[in-house]
């Protein structure tokens, strides 16, 4: 069926890196643009990063430019976040999003159940 | 970057009735790229209204959504049990696509 599948979170220390991967099915991957989006624990949801349907076109939230890196592999219909320099106030839920069409400015249809990143020492 | 501000924080109702949400930008929605989503708690968030107006697959027609410019309002028109959750505006038509702060309708 049509779902997002979220992996790769857990407890990692301040100042590392960890990488997220999101497993799309169902749907023609290739054709639409694919977001990030966490929660900190009891709070709002926050927009992280977007990338276009062929990975062309990547913007990003200030709070994470620089430190993080989205990317796509559509022959593995797999959307990654690479996340550096990690900092406690990136302790949340991420969750990966589909876009309605192949870029960036279009609603959020199709959301993952999301994976817990955690950074504490 | 817009900001989107949304009140009220809590709206306390009843079963039944009608409840109005507000979400107010900073600057101008372009091409009113203005979506609202419901989250209820543990799960993932789940899309509304899309483009001002527009229900999406599945959605009760008692969900409405309205505005211009800079004001939007998501209405529902009699409450259901299922309807007490979080619900977030967020703006895509220029990057960052910024959320607001989300308001919590609790039953009275």
């Not at chain 2, 109005?20 to 509304?48: H, I, N």
């Not at chain 2, 309002?73 to 619900?87: C, G, K, M, N, W």
Request: charged share 15%.
């Amino acid at each position: 069926q049509v779902q997002l599948v979220e992996s790769g979170g857990g407890v990692v220390q301040p100042g590392r890196s960890l990488r997220l991967s999101c497993a799309a099915s169902g749907f023609t991957f290739n054709s639409y643009g694919m977001h990030w989006v966490r929660q900190a624990p009891g709070k709002g949801l926050e927009w992280v990063a977007v990338i276009s349907y062929d990975g062309t076109n990547k913007y990003y939230a200030d709070s994470v430019k620089g430190r993080f890196t989205i990317s796509r592999d559509n022959s593995k219909n797999t959307l990654y976040l690479q996340m550096n320099s990690l900092g406690a106030e990136d302790t949340a839920v991420y969750y990966c999003a589909k876009a309605s069409c192949s870029g960036g400015s279009c609603p959020l249809f199709l959301w993952g159940q999301g994976t817990l990143v955690t950074v504490s020492s | 970057e817009i900001v989107l501000t949304q009140s009220p924080g809590t709206l306390s109702l009843s079963p039944g009735e009608r409840a109005t949400l507000s979400c107010r930008a900073s600057q101008s929605v372009s091409s009113s790229y203005l979506a609202w989503y419901q989250q209820k708690p543990g799960q993932a968030p789940r899309l509304l209204i899309y483009g001002v107006s527009s229900r999406a697959t599945g959605i009760p027609d008692r969900f409405s959504g309205s505005g211009s410019g800079t004001d939007f309002t998501l209405t529902i028109s009699r409450l259901e049990p299922e309807d007490f959750a979080v619900y977030y505006c967020q703006q895509y038509g220029s990057s960052p696509y910024t959320f607001g702060q989300g308001t919590q309708l609790e039953i009275k």
